[in-house]
């Protein structure tokens, strides 16, 4: 057998997995109030190896998501010929802000304003306005970082301030549910609370995961975060998460 052989063998897989994703997104948004809503899929890809993302990326996809700094800077040198649309989706902490900044496009897990001030001045003026989430803690988690409904809308306006972040809505990781209506009613309430503050820069959800893609399209997700259900299950290692 081939590496050519194996390697359109890989990408068949996942054009079918992407596919899969897609009509399950499809599914959700006819019986959801927000039907016109465009989807962007992104393809959670921490702790997956560069060549993983190669073949997803030839299979169609564009965004990929990284929760480690240190792991996503490599990949990033590695797959550089290609046109990807780098997330972070991971805690922030103040000494990674820098090369955050500077080497992401989106990064949707700013949960205070210390995080913001500082990526707003240590982003290049040369790249355009990072785009940003603002993290909920919507179930109240003690092991889950973000702000409060309540919190929200101050936080958005000294936020809208910062001349190189561009906000632009707001993610949240409910606590787990397998019910139907318990994993879309965190992202409803969410949803139509942004919706009362008429505020236009908060036009974006980074809704849902693999497992509850159904619930979070339909309460308006316009991104979903998709590691498991494309990649497989991950393997994660003590050692990275020490260094990164």
């Given at each position: 057998?081939?590496?050519?052989?194996?390697?359109?063998?890989?990408?068949?897989?996942?054009?079918?997995?992407?596919?899969?994703?897609?009509?399950?997104?499809?599914?959700?948004?006819?019986?959801?109030?927000?039907?016109?809503?465009?989807?962007?899929?992104?393809?959670?890809?921490?702790?997956?190896?560069?060549?993983?993302?190669?073949?997803?990326?030839?299979?169609?996809?564009?965004?990929?998501?990284?929760s480690y700094l240190q792991e996503a800077l490599s990949k990033q040198k590695k797959l550089a010929h290609f046109a990807i649309?780098?997330?972070?989706?991971?805690p922030i902490q103040s000494n990674k802000t820098r090369a955050i900044a500077n080497n992401f496009s989106w990064v949707h897990?700013?949960?205070?304003?210390?995080?913001?001030?500082?990526?707003?001045?240590?982003?290049?003026?040369?790249?355009?306005?990072?785009?940003?989430?603002?993290?909920?803690?919507?179930?109240?988690?003690?092991?889950?970082?973000?702000?409060?409904?309540?919190?929200?809308?101050?936080?958005?306006?000294?936020?809208?301030?910062?001349?190189?972040?561009?906000?632009?809505?707001?993610?949240?990781?409910?606590?787990?549910?397998?019910?139907?209506?318990?994993?879309?009613?965190?992202?409803?309430?969410?949803?139509?609370?942004?919706?009362?503050l008429e505020d236009p820069t908060l036009n974006h959800f980074s809704f849902g995961m693999s497992g509850d893609i159904k619930?979070?399209?339909?309460?308006?997700?316009?991104?979903?975060?998709?590691?498991?259900?494309?990649?497989?299950?991950?393997?994660?290692?003590?050692?990275?998460?020490?260094?990164?």
């Amino acid at each position: 057998m081939n590496d050519s052989f194996i390697i359109i063998n890989f990408m068949n897989v996942y054009s079918d997995r992407i596919s899969q994703i897609q009509q399950a997104i499809a599914r959700a948004n006819l019986t959801s109030p927000h039907p016109e809503t465009a989807v962007c899929l992104l393809a959670v890809s921490k702790t997956k190896p560069a060549s993983d993302i190669s073949l997803a990326y030839q299979s169609g996809l564009r965004h990929f998501g990284e929760s480690y700094l240190q792991e996503a800077l490599s990949k990033q040198k590695k797959l550089a010929h290609f046109a990807i649309t780098w997330h972070f989706i991971g805690p922030i902490q103040s000494n990674k802000t820098r090369a955050i900044a500077n080497n992401f496009s989106w990064v949707h897990s700013v949960d205070r304003l210390k995080i913001a001030k500082r990526l707003n001045e240590q982003r290049s003026p040369n790249l355009p306005p990072l785009n940003i989430y603002l993290q909920v803690n919507i179930s109240g988690e003690a092991s889950k970082s973000g702000v409060t409904l309540e919190q929200l809308p101050a936080l958005a306006s000294e936020i809208k301030q910062f001349k190189n972040l561009s906000l632009r809505g707001v993610m949240a990781i409910p606590e787990k549910q397998t019910d139907y209506e318990a994993q879309c009613r965190p992202y409803r309430d969410i949803y139509q609370t942004v919706q009362k503050l008429e505020d236009p820069t908060l036009n974006h959800f980074s809704f849902g995961m693999s497992g509850d893609i159904k619930a979070a399209v339909h309460e308006g997700a316009t991104m979903i975060r998709v590691g498991t259900a494309l990649f497989g299950q991950r393997n994660y290692y003590s050692e990275q998460k020490k260094t990164d």
